[in-house]
């Protein structure tokens, strides 16, 4: 956001920075430092022990180093705007060496899109970001009792969520991340709000503001976000859709005079071949499962040019240019920076491979039924091998086949998950 950093925290009046980066499972992770430090971390780094992230270690020892990017820079507008702000860096995990951290998200989404522009295309993403407001109980803990009772684009006062949904759009916005549009979604509390096209990523490293922000939002509200994909039984789930834009020499190569282009259609097909495959990513959680194939949550793999239904599908605004791919099985407890490399991935072998996509509305099967099953299917696939570090993806998968494990141990799923996911995501 800046090029000039000192400057920048000196107009601001900045006092405190948080070094930001997000662990396995995309979940925030920082250390504060005092802004003299800065001139100092930003050329050499800032050293932390490792040990206590999970997955993190191996033989190489415990210290990693911190390298900020500096084009991250932001300030943190619920802050205090006086008397010492405080700013926000996403950083770059490196060895003590110097030597990139293989098992960084940024990095590795990063490996992703260079595959792609290895063949001639990059993306462009977009988010519909899905969550539910939930009131707090006596103690100030989370409880399941949802703010309102309004329904899909209701409107005040039956919609109380229009305030945090304003305050968190205007957050964002500060923080240089660009929303285009909020609504009241179909479930009770339940709410959307849509992040404008970027690149994958920009739009990652977007998404973990956004989840920071909607929860500290929330927080002054009163109130407890939950990114939960099903937090009530009985409603409708959360969703992360992610709309992608293929481009090719800076325009849009989804749509062309006679439809859906070659490439589109290669591309569309790599992530319908691979989606089951990488399921465990895109919905990592016991209860992400309860989700798909209910209440409009695609449960086959398909695609369709208007069929909100279906799994993927082919959406517009502004004609052809604002073509783009919109996959909709992923929820809000993706690792981002896992789920935009490997969809990234599915779609460019789809492209080298000149894959010819199914008819429209043709089944080439099912979504896993279950994270047992996703993560199955991920341990076989030879694109989770070929995109993600075995040392990423083998204690992912084991930590995730260990959380259904216990989930199925407990004998009540609905239990197992408000004790555990639902107090933290």
């Known amino acids: 956001m800046t090029e000039n950093p000192g400057a920048f925290l000196g107009e601001n009046d900045v006092k405190f920075i ?67 702000r405080v700013a926000r860096v996403y950083c770059d995990i490196l060895y003590s060496s110097g030597e990139p951290f293989e098992l960084d998200g940024r990095r590795i989404l990063k ?63 500060q923080m240089g991340i660009r929303p285009s549009s909020s609504l009241h979604e179909s479930g009770p509390g339940q709410n959307e709000i849509d992040l404008h096209r ?32 099903k937090p009530l039984k009985d409603k409708s789930g959360s969703g992360l859709h992610v ?69 993927l599908r082919v959406a517009q605004s502004g004609g052809d240019r604002g073509a783009h791919i919109e996959l909709r099985s992923p929820d809000p407890a993706m690792n981002p920076y896992i789920g935009f490399a490997l969809l990234l991935e599915a779609g460019a072998e789809g492209i080298e491979r000149q894959l010819t996509l199914l008819p429209e509305g043709e089944v080439l099967g099912s979504l896993p039924g279950s994270l047992e099953k996703a993560v199955a299917l991920a341990q076989g696939s030879d694109l989770v091998k070929r995109a993600l570090p075995s040392r990423f993806a083998e204690p992912f998968l084991s930590h995730k086949l260990g959380e259904y494990e216990r989930m199925f141990r407990s004998g009540d799923a609905e239990s197992f998950e408000i004790e555990n996911d639902f107090p933290v995501i």
């Open 18 to 84: 948080r070094l930001a980066f997000c662990d396995l499972f995309g979940r925030l992770k920082n250390i504060s430092i005092m802004a003299d430090e800065f001139e100092n971390v930003a050329a050499f780094g800032k050293s932390f022990d490792a040990s206590g992230i999970f997955g993190f270690v191996d033989t190489k020892g415990s210290d990693l180093l911190l390298m900020p990017d500096l084009t991250t820079m932001a300030l943190l507008p619920w802050r205090p705007q006086q008397g010492g």
């Open 111 to 173: 490996n992703s899109v260079r595959r792609l522009q290895a063949l001639g295309y990059t993306a462009k993403i977009a988010l519909e970001c899905e969550f539910y407001l939930f009131n707090l109980g006596d103690q100030g803990q989370p409880i399941l009792a949802p703010h309102d009772q309004a329904g899909y684009l209701d409107f005040a006062p039956l919609d109380k969520g229009e305030n945090v949904r304003r305050e968190i759009c205007l957050n964002l916005e």
């Open 243 to 311: 709309s992608i834009a293929l481009e090719k020499d800076g325009e849009n190569v989804v749509k062309g005079e006679g439809g859906l282009t070659q490439a589109a259609q290669a591309f569309m097909q790599g992530i319908l071949s691979r989606v089951a495959e990488i399921s465990a990513f895109l919905n990592p959680l016991p209860g992400s499962y309860s989700r798909l194939g209910r209440f409009d949550a695609p449960g086959e793999i398909s695609w369709s040019n208007q069929n909100l239904a279906q799994l």
């Open 198 to 229: 970027r690149s994958p990523i920009k739009m990652a490293d977007a998404y973990i503001a956004f989840t920071n922000v909607a929860k500290t939002v929330a927080s002054s509200f009163g109130l407890y976000a939950s990114l939960l994909p």
